[in-house]
């Protein structure tokens, strides 16, 4: 069990740019989670996958937001224009679906720091 | 959407004291998680507690899910313990996003 992996762990970028992060979930986790988390604040819901299906998006994420798990495994979120209100940690998690609840862990988080 | 209020916003302790954190939650859950997120932003799972008792060395957590609340203990606190306690939440069954608290952010002060 290597855990949930994100890369990069830091990115830094121009307002207006496009940028995209990537995340491995748990290798036998079929749900995959993306949260973000501001300054001072827990983490908020963005949109989460069961296997290549995306779920459910929430109304934060803009039509700017775009993310894909084309083959069930790894994810990537893209943003597209960047603004400043875009900084923020963005978190993957993952977990298992099936019967029951089972918890949901998280990867180390991308930092985004819009210029 | 559920709630979920945790408190104290802030806490300092000095090392080796014990303090308590509380999670309410505004309806039934089926999820109940603590995490610790540390300096570097890492954020921890601690308990899966959607009900009863669990204990992990100097930790422990109840989740009295009738009650809507629950309670993470920290006995003889280190510097180590420092950063922000979240408790997180989900109403529905089948893993369904979590729910944030605002967190609590504890500082250990040797």
């Known amino acids: 069990d290597t855990g949930v992996s994100q890369n990069p762990r830091h990115k830094i970028t121009k307002r207006g740019q496009n940028v995209t992060f990537r995340c491995d979930p748990i290798?036998?986790?079929?749900?995959l989670y993306w949260y973000r988390q501001t300054l001072g604040q827990g983490p908020e819901f963005l949109t989460y996958?069961?296997?290549?299906?995306?779920?459910?998006k929430s109304r934060l994420l803009s039509d700017r937001f775009s993310a894909e798990r084309p083959k069930g495994s790894f994810s990537t979120l893209e943003i597209q224009r960047t603004e400043q209100g875009d900084s923020a940690m963005y978190l993957c998690?993952?977990?298992?679906?099936?019967?029951?609840?089972?918890?949901?862990?998280f990867g180390d988080g991308t930092r985004l720091s819009i210029l | 959407g559920i709630q979920v209020e945790q408190s104290p916003p802030d806490l300092i302790l000095q090392e080796g004291a014990n303090s308590t954190l509380r999670c309410n939650f505004s309806?039934?859950?089926?999820?109940l998680q603590w995490f610790h997120q540390n300096p570097w932003g890492q954020l921890i799972n601690l308990f899966y507690?959607?009900?009863g008792t669990k204990q992990n060395g100097r930790l422990s957590a109840t989740t009295v899910a009738t009650e809507r609340y629950s309670l993470l203990y920290i006995s003889s606190s280190q510097t180590t313990d420092s950063g922000v306690y979240f408790c997180?939440?989900?109403?529905?069954?089948?893993?369904?996003?979590?729910?944030f608290g605002k967190g609590t952010r504890l500082s250990v002060i040797a």
């Open positions: 997180a939440v989900t109403r529905n069954s089948g893993n369904t996003p979590l729910v």
């Open positions: 290798s036998e986790h079929n749900r």
């Open positions: 998690a993952s977990s298992l679906a099936g019967s029951g609840n089972q918890p949901q862990h």
């Open positions: 309806d039934s859950v089926n999820n």
């Open positions: 996958f069961q296997n290549e299906a995306q779920l459910e």
């Open positions: 507690i959607p009900s």
